[in-house]
């Protein structure tokens, strides 16, 4: 009878609100809500460097044995090429340890595993506003959370003053949790000289950086992406960061993903791993194959992977269409709010700040779907859709 006693959980913010449009029964429905690119015609693409890696794979592929419980060593090389750079990675590849993981929300978990054991009185900061699902994972995991400032609501961009003056007071031997580009859920980086002062602050305080590096490419592009991570990783000896390939790649369902470890020393990198494949065989063992090859084959071969930056370029051209789409629907509908701010933002997010009877009345009325907060997915946005969007908001604002 244990089961008769639990109460239902409450559903997940995001992926509950796919629940509700699922079940909603009206044709001018629309998503805006989980973080998923879509293509003009409203469908998740598989890329055609995706295809061809499968053919390949499925030609030479022998057997469906259990991987390492590291991964595949080739991936792990790979990413780190792609995270870090050739020049930065040729410099310190004996400071660095990879693991694959099942995408970045596990390389997450792992990584805030690995903290709890060797700094259990650890805080963990994050940004206000963060990804709703990072006080869970690192909950899970033991950690109390506390908020640094981040997203000005009025400027609609990075408070990079009160993020600093907030991180100053950091204390030595706690973890901070940084977006690397693309932020979710506000659109909003920091520009250069943001990373660098953030930089001599996390040196001079002696805090562990831990990077959320979901959406390489996504932003102004796969080099320009890791700018601001470089720019750290230059002053402080150590880091972490969680990388994925569920956008760039498209590999959402495969959960492709890896947790990168820079440590000060060789040494101190290969007991790092040897502790976080200790903590990944206990909590799943080893990671999924099939996409993680996928993922090794496209970045190893030369032509898949001029072909997956060209695709991964027509995506972000796309968002960034669609962002100056939406800025100039809802300026020609009168609104009497200035939307520019979208065109400036970067990658599938934007905060757009309507409230939250503004949301309600856009999923109750109108069958658009929003996260609470008033954050869109921009990249759920297409020819057929965006009209019928404005006008709603339109609606919504006049209201």
Same mark, same amino acid.
């Not at 002696?206 to 959320?212: A, C, E, R, S, V």
């Not at 490419?217 to 700018?227: H, L, P, T």
């Not at 109108?366 to 954050?375: A, D, Q, S, T």
């Given at each position: 009878?244990?089961?008769?006693?639990?109460?239902?959980a !409450?559903?997940? !913010?995001?992926?509950?609100?796919?629940?509700?449009?699922?079940?909603?029964?009206?044709?001018?429905?629309v998503?805006?809500?989980?973080?998923?690119?879509?293509?003009?015609? +409203? $469908?998740?693409?598989?890329?055609?460097?995706?295809?061809?890696a @499968?053919?390949?794979?499925?030609?030479t592929?022998r057997?469906?044995?259990y991987?390492?419980?590291? &991964?595949?060593? @080739?991936?792990?090389?790979s990413? =780190?090429?792609?995270v *870090? &750079?050739?020049?930065?990675?040729?410099?310190a590849?004996?400071?660095v340890?990879?693991?694959?993981?099942?995408g970045?929300?596990?390389a997450?978990?792992v990584?805030?595993?690995?903290?709890?054991a060797f700094? !259990?009185?650890?805080?963990?900061?994050?940004?206000?506003?963060?990804?709703g699902?990072h006080?869970?994972?690192?909950?899970a =995991? &033991?950690?109390? %959370?506390?908020?640094?400032?981040?997203y000005?609501?009025?400027?609609k961009?990075?408070?990079?003053d009160?993020?600093?003056?907030?991180?100053?007071?950091?204390p030595?031997?706690?973890?901070?949790?940084?977006? #690397?580009?693309?932020?979710?859920?506000?659109?909003?980086?920091?520009d %250069? @000289?943001g990373?660098?002062?953030?930089?001599?602050?996390a040196a001079?305080?002696g805090?562990?950086?831990?990077?959320?590096? $979901?959406?390489?490419?996504?932003? %102004? +592009?796969?080099e320009?992406?890791?700018?601001?991570?470089?720019?750290?990783?230059?002053?402080?000896?150590?880091?972490?960061?969680a990388?994925?390939f569920?956008?760039?790649?498209?590999?959402?369902g495969?959960?492709?993903?890896?947790l990168?470890?820079?440590?000060?020393? =060789?040494?101190?990198?290969a007991?790092?791993?040897?502790?976080?494949?200790?903590?990944?065989r206990?909590?799943?063992?080893?990671? !999924?194959?099939?996409?993680?090859?996928?993922?090794?084959?496209?970045?190893?071969?030369e032509?898949?992977?001029?072909?997956?930056?060209?695709?991964?370029?027509?995506?972000?051209?796309?968002?960034?269409?669609?962002?100056? /789409?939406?800025? @100039?629907?809802?300026?020609?509908?009168?609104?009497?709010?200035?939307?520019?701010?979208?065109a400036?933002q970067?990658?599938? *997010?934007?905060?757009?700040?309507?409230?939250? %009877? /503004?949301?309600?009345f856009?999923?109750?009325?109108?069958?658009?779907?929003?996260?609470? +907060?008033?954050?869109?997915? #921009?990249a +759920?946005?297409?020819?057929?859709?965006?009209?019928?969007?404005?006008?709603?908001? =339109?609606?919504?604002?006049?209201?």
């Amino acid at each position: 009878m244990f089961f008769n006693q639990i109460d239902p959980a !409450p559903s997940d !913010p995001i992926l509950g609100l796919t629940e509700a449009f699922n079940s909603d029964p009206r044709a001018t429905k629309v998503t805006l809500g989980v973080g998923v690119f879509v293509d003009d015609q +409203g $469908a998740t693409p598989v890329l055609e460097c995706i295809r061809r890696a @499968e053919r390949l794979l499925w030609e030479t592929e022998r057997t469906k044995t259990y991987l390492p419980i590291s &991964g595949i060593r @080739e991936y792990g090389q790979s990413v =780190a090429h792609l995270v *870090f &750079g050739s020049d930065f990675h040729a410099l310190a590849a004996d400071r660095v340890a990879v693991a694959q993981t099942p995408g970045g929300t596990g390389a997450l978990r792992v990584g805030a595993e690995l903290l709890k054991a060797f700094r !259990p009185q650890a805080t963990l900061w994050v940004p206000n506003p963060t990804w709703g699902n990072h006080p869970g994972v690192f909950g899970a =995991a &033991g950690f109390s %959370a506390k908020a640094y400032p981040y997203y000005n609501a009025a400027t609609k961009a990075v408070d990079v003053d009160a993020m600093c003056a907030a991180l100053e007071q950091v204390p030595a031997g706690d973890v901070v949790l940084l977006h #690397v580009c693309c932020h979710n859920p506000t659109g909003a980086d920091l520009d %250069a @000289e943001g990373w660098a002062r953030v930089a001599e602050i996390a040196a001079k305080a002696g805090w562990l950086p831990f990077f959320d590096f $979901a959406y390489q490419g996504f932003g %102004a +592009g796969i080099e320009q992406d890791r700018a601001g991570l470089l720019s750290m990783l230059q002053k402080v000896p150590e880091a972490l960061i969680a990388s994925s390939f569920s956008k760039n790649m498209g590999l959402y369902g495969e959960r492709v993903g890896a947790l990168l470890l820079v440590a000060e020393s =060789a040494p101190a990198a290969a007991a790092g791993l040897s502790h976080v494949k200790r903590l990944v065989r206990v909590l799943y063992s080893n990671p !999924p194959r099939h996409g993680g090859a996928l993922a090794a084959m496209v970045l190893a071969d030369e032509d898949l992977r001029r072909l997956w930056v060209e695709e991964l370029t027509a995506m972000r051209q796309r968002i960034q269409s669609v962002r100056q /789409q939406l800025v @100039e629907g809802l300026a020609a509908r009168n609104t009497g709010v200035d939307f520019s701010f979208i065109a400036r933002q970067n990658g599938m *997010f934007s905060f757009s700040g309507l409230d939250e %009877a /503004q949301v309600t009345f856009l999923r109750e009325e109108k069958g658009i779907y929003l996260v609470k +907060g008033g954050r869109i997915n #921009v990249a +759920g946005l297409n020819t057929a859709n965006l009209d019928f969007v404005c006008d709603a908001i =339109a609606e919504s604002l006049k209201r």
